[in-house]
Nanobody, 127 residues
Framework: VQLQASGGGLVQAGGLLTLSCAAS????????IAWFRQAPGKEREDVAC????????YYRDSVKGRFTISRDSVKKQVYLQMNSLRPEDTAVYFC?????????????????????WGQGTQVTVSS
């Protein structure tokens, strides 16, 4: 399994970015995919997760209403659309995957439950 995150960059507060996670070696219909982030000097934290059927989503409270996780099973891509970005969203963003059964509704927010990780992509939001 390989996960490749991309799409990070520098953006002003209030701006938007869309991150992409390209997955290989797995089938999205059998895997839950999540985004995590780690700011300098802080622990890594969950951001959003989508279930293996793509219908259930989890968001941490601070990004609800601003971030949207979505996926394209054919392209094997998972996206994180980030709107109304704030300086506190500045972090390295990681995508992660875990098996979850065929098209289930289960979402997982704990990083310890994800065995597969991609490299991070830096998101910097200037004030």
């Amino acid at each position: 399994v390989q996960l490749q995150a991309s799409g990070g960059g520098l953006v002003q507060a209030g701006g938007l970015l869309t991150l992409s996670c390209a997955a290989s070696g797995l089938t999205l219909d059998y895997h839950a995919i999540a985004w995590f982030r780690q700011a300098p000097g802080k622990e890594r934290e969950d951001v959003a997760c989508t279930s293996s059927n793509g219908l259930s989503r989890y968001y941490r409270d601070s990004v609800k209403g601003r971030f949207t996780i979505s996926r394209d099973s054919v392209k094997k891509q998972v996206y994180l659309q980030m709107n109304s970005l704030r300086p506190e969203d500045t972090a390295v963003y990681f995508c992660a995957a875990r098996t979850s059964g065929f098209r289930t509704t289960h979402v997982f927010s704990s990083e310890g439950r994800y065995p597969y990780w991609g490299q991070g992509t830096q998101v910097t939001v200037s004030s």
